[in-house]
């Protein structure tokens, strides 16, 4: 009986041994063929110091909309109107005040690139912009979504996207 336990105790070691020669052979055989692949392709290296830098000119512009108009869902539905056009919303939440007649923009940054490129989509007129310097860092200009939302005409093209607004 013996002779069947060390008979067992050998064939363990030897399926062990095995098993550790085919995982270094599998370890050697990637090594050498990684090696061959690098010899072969020399000329294909990328140098990282020099790579092509693509000069882009745009201006981001960021805004937070805010619902003022007490209509639920409507600051989300202006929201993904201006991301579906380019324009990067920040923040999308209540105003101060659920009771806000007109809707307006305030502007928080004197540059008249980022306001040419919003006003583009919101098309909104002189009297309803609000020139505010402060400066916060997550949000150039913001949408007060006023009562008056229906009269607009970035309400009426919300409409033709597909956006159901009326909530009853």
């Known amino acids: 009986m013996q002779n069947k336990e060390k008979n067992t105790g050998r064939n363990y070691q030897k399926w062990l041994f095995n098993i550790a020669i085919v995982c270094i052979a599998t370890v050697v055989i990637g090594f050498v063929f990684s090696a061959g692949q690098r010899l072969i392709n020399q000329d294909k290296k990328i140098d990282l110091n020099q790579t092509d830098v693509v000069q882009k000119n745009y201006t981001p512009v960021m805004v937070e909309v805010l619902n003022g108009c007490g209509v639920s869902g409507m600051a989300g539905k202006f929201s993904n109107y201006l991301r579906k056009k380019g324009i990067d919303v ?63 005409e970035i309400y009426q093209k919300i409409i033709k996207t597909g956006e159901n607004l009326s909530k009853k």
């Open 90 to 152: 920040s923040y999308t939440g209540n105003a101060e005040s659920m009771d806000n007649k007109k809707t307006y923009l305030v502007q928080r940054v004197k540059n008249k690139d980022k306001f040419k490129i919003l006003n583009k989509v919101l098309n909104f007129s002189k009297q309803r912009v609000q020139v505010k310097d402060t400066a916060t860092p997550h949000t150039d200009f913001t949408l007060v979504i006023g009562k008056d939302y229906k009269e607009l």
